[in-house]
């Protein structure tokens, strides 16, 4: 059974950048698609983008210019980075294992406030 | 992109009712379409993919239709366990794009 574990700050404040890892256990990170979704308080989901473990990357036009999703497959992990952050990227961040394209498998969440 | 249209936004039901919650895609998506169930404080549940395929150790009480733009969950015999908001999604092209939710709620 694959586990995924969200970790990182969870306080980021204006215009800097918020850096989340996903650590992918009971599985391989090589065999999947691997995407970032986010909620924010109150409000739906929203899809941010996915990465293969070769590195092809796909991302939410909406948020395209400030997204960049890597992997480790060393680590089996992978990560996401969200430049010039604003109160409006407050959110629960999840990362997921996709699977035949859709979300499988998803971590527990971490809540990342925007604030000075 | 795709707009994935839920209605209804809420819905109310008791123990042991059955409930149908549709969901609409803006233009034809074929059955690229997944449900989730999310409850309060928690990470969304994959309950169904390919509009009607059961993810593993989902079970049969619920069950998805549909195909092109109209999609529908029905979900039985209501435990109260149940009680939660549904997610419609489509992958069928990027961005991947859920619906706004519905909520079940217990009357």
């Known amino acids: 059974q694959v586990q995924l574990q969200e970790s990182g700050p969870g306080l980021v404040k204006p215009s800097e950048t918020l850096s989340l890892t996903c650590t992918v256990s009971?599985?391989?990170?090589?065999?999947?698609?691997w995407s970032w979704i986010r909620q924010p308080p109150g409000k739906g989901l929203e899809w941010i983008g996915f990465?293969?473990?070769?590195?092809?990357?796909n991302y939410n036009p909406s948020l395209k210019s400030r997204v960049t999703i890597s992997v480790d497959t060393s680590k089996n992990q992978f990560s996401l980075r969200l430049s010039s952050v604003t109160a409006a990227d407050t959110a629960v961040y999840y990362c997921?294992?996709?699977?035949?394209?859709?979300?499988?498998?998803w971590g527990q969440g971490i809540l990342v406030t925007v604030s000075s | 992109d795709i707009q994935m249209t839920q209605s209804p936004s809420s819905l109310s039901a008791s123990v042991g009712d059955r409930v149908t919650i549709t969901c609409r895609a803006s233009?034809?998506?074929?059955?690229?379409l997944a449900w989730f169930q999310q409850k309060p404080g928690k990470a969304p549940k994959s309950l169904i993919h390919?509009?009607?395929s059961l993810q593993s150790g989902v079970p049969s009480k619920f069950s998805g239709s549909g195909s092109g733009t109209d999609f529908t969950l029905n979900i039985s015999s209501l435990q109260p366990e149940d009680f939660a908001t549904y997610y419609c999604?489509?992958?069928?092209?990027?961005?991947?794009?859920f619906g706004q939710g519905t909520r079940l709620e217990i009357k």
């Open positions: 997921a294992r996709d699977e035949s394209g859709s979300e499988a498998d």
């Open positions: 009971g599985d391989s990170i090589s065999d999947y698609y």
């Open positions: 990465i293969y473990y070769s590195g092809i990357t």
């Open positions: 233009q034809g998506i074929s059955n690229y």
């Open positions: 390919a509009a009607s």
């Open positions: 999604q489509q992958y069928n092209s990027y961005p991947i794009t």
